[in-house]
């Protein structure tokens, strides 16, 4: 019974400190993740305009005008950016964002898949290990780009896919990310990023028209790629504040299961020992008897 008594007893002591290193982390996440939010909000009203004009750019631009990062061409060969955690213990964040690659590359790309003709680039520890472990074609430049997370760092990996589909090593080039809502909710999402896609026409809208100083050639070999790296940007805030929600909400959540463990596990120790005194008393009861008798 005493072994009994002792092996209960260090299951508490090991949920307690099991608790206490979730319910740090919590913490940890919570602050985290207050700068991330605010990174991603400031962000996201820029990016969605300069997008929007970009769009709205190479939908009203004539067909013969200079715009190679825009040139639709039959999809032979994609290249598929998901952004995942370097950590784990963020709940089913990284699966979640490795199941949507692996679903678009085996329907909407199957037949590319099947000449492997699908390459990932991926940004962050852990898809890059998922990839390279399951035998996919990986570009293993800038998956370590949480380490040092900024936009000069994002830039070259954005710089690359630009360049590589310049070059026509991909046709199609396609970001795998999390979109944050909330510490709670995340949006896992699949967007186009080469050939910059046409924005899409409203019923009754009326067609953009700009006045371009300098020439229109001119302003966009400028600011495509600043667009672009800052679509990549924006996408890496959403990741990082999408991972650090997901986390804060995992550790809150195994801080209570590890609360309901306890409870449990005390109840479990009271009767255990409940159960051990009354056969020291029915020991020392039948002893007394026995003498008396």
Not at 244 to 251: C, D, F, L, V, Y
């Amino acid at each position: 019974m005493s072994g009994q008594l002792k092996e209960v007893r260090n299951r508490i002591k090991s949920v307690t400190s099991t608790q206490q290193i979730t319910k740090a982390m919590k913490m940890v996440s919570a602050a985290k993740l207050r700068r991330a939010q605010d990174a991603i909000i400031q962000m996201r009203p820029y990016s969605r305009k300069m997008q929007e004009m970009l769009g709205n750019i190479v939908s009203g631009s004539s067909s013969d005008a200079n715009m190679p990062l825009a040139d639709e061409r039959p999809a032979e060969r994609i290249l598929m950016i998901p952004i995942t955690s370097d950590r784990g213990l963020c709940g089913g964040y990284n699966a979640y964002v490795i199941k949507l690659t692996r679903e678009i590359i085996t329907t909407k790309y199957a037949a590319q898949h099947a000449k492997k003709n699908v390459t990932i680039l991926p940004l962050g520890k852990k898809g890059y290990e998922y990839f390279l472990r399951n035998n996919y074609k990986v570009v293993d430049n800038y998956w370590n780009i949480f380490a040092d997370l900024s936009f000069d760092n994002v830039r070259k990996a954005a710089v690359y896919a630009q360049q590589a589909f310049l070059n026509k090593e991909y046709d199609r080039v396609e970001l795998v990310y999390s979109q944050f809502k909330n510490a709670g909710t995340q949006i896992f999402t699949a967007e186009p990023y080469l050939p910059i896609p046409k924005a899409e026409k409203k019923k009754g809208a009326k067609s953009s028209d700009f006045i371009f100083e300098p020439s229109m050639g001119v302003l966009l070999q400028e600011l495509m790629p600043k667009i672009l790296n800052t679509q990549v940007f924006k996408a890496i805030l959403d990741a990082n504040a999408s991972e650090h929600g997901a986390r804060m909400t995992a550790m809150d959540k195994a801080s209570e299961n590890a609360n309901d463990l306890l409870k449990s596990l005390k109840i479990s120790y009271n009767r255990a020992r409940q159960a051990a005194i009354t056969t020291e008393l029915t020991e020392i009861v039948s002893g007394a008897a026995a003498l008396q008798g």
